[in-house]
């Protein structure tokens, strides 16, 4: 279920007789002035890039960014340098410390340990995590052109990818939010559309380091921290080391994903 006014998920147990469902156009004209349909309303405006396509950039008043990692699936250990890095920098003045993870089902799969390492520092109170939902497979091919690749390979079961993932989630106790990313950031109008109609909000990425893009206030930062990408990994904790200043002064912030785009679109 999502909060319409928060977009702040949760699940719960509903009898069939409790819920009454509702054509999508009668949904929306009830509840065309929330934050939720506002930012539905935002991504269809920017659906048709073939590349970071969604919601890139948050509240520019922000002091400061929100941080997305990626976990697509991968052979290697989570980086957990990064996690011991963030906790350091910004738990004095941020506890628990505001992050996005968003996940593949294969990654869950192979990494159950690193998995159960990210849960006990939200359960310790470290961290905030917003989970979000980064497809089950997550095919990746190096030889083809982004029109075909990703998602856009041709037999993508969107559908599958989608639930699948979802419902791995769940299984392994994390609270999917109402948020979507594209692997590698690659949609086109027809598949961005898809995912809209699940209900899901695309978020894209203006700043991501290992692409030397610099984050500015209220930018969706994006790294990886599931061992391929070393560069935007030593680019970040740089990033931290530079601010570390600014980051106790609390002139430095990170901010939780749901809040930001809720402050975005306007309440
Ligand atoms: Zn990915």
Redesign the pocket.
């Known amino acids: 279920m999502v909060d319409s006014k928060t977009l702040e998920t949760s699940v719960a147990i509903l009898q069939p007789q409790t819920v009454k469902p509702l054509p999508w156009e009668t949904l929306k004209q009830q509840f065309q002035q929330t934050p939720y349909f506002r930012a539905i309303r935002t991504e269809q405006e920017r659906d048709t890039n073939l590349q970071d396509a969604g919601l890139e950039r948050a509240d520019t008043t922000e002091r400061g960014f929100s941080l997305t990692i990626?976990l697509?699936p991968s052979n290697k250990p989570l980086t957990r340098s990064v996690f011991e890095q963030l906790i350091a920098a910004f738990g004095p003045e941020e506890k628990p410390i505001p992050i996005t993870i968003t996940i593949?089902g294969l990654w869950m799969a192979r990494h159950a340990d690193d998995l159960a390492y990210l849960k006990n520092l939200v359960s310790r109170g470290q961290l905030d995590i917003t989970w979000v939902n980064?497809s089950y497979y997550?095919h990746y091919d190096p030889r083809l052109p982004l029109s075909v690749n990703f998602l856009l390979e041709p037999n993508t079961n969107l559908s599958k990818e989608i639930l699948l993932n979802e419902q791995a989630m769940l299984q392994n106790g994390l609270l999917p939010s109402i948020f979507f990313r594209f692997?590698?950031l690659v949609s086109n109008k027809t598949i961005f559309d898809r995912v809209l109609s699940f209900g899901l909000l695309p978020i894209g990425s203006d700043a991501w380091l290992a692409k030397k893009q610099q984050p500015s206030q209220g930018s969706l930062v994006l790294i990886h921290a599931n061992g391929n990408e070393p560069l935007g990994i030593a680019d970040f904790i740089q990033l931290i080391r530079q601010h570390s200043g600014a980051i106790r002064n609390k002139q430095w912030l990170l901010y939780q994903l749901p809040t930001s785009i809720v402050d975005t679109v306007g309440k």
């Open positions: 990626d697509c593949t980064h997550h692997p590698g």
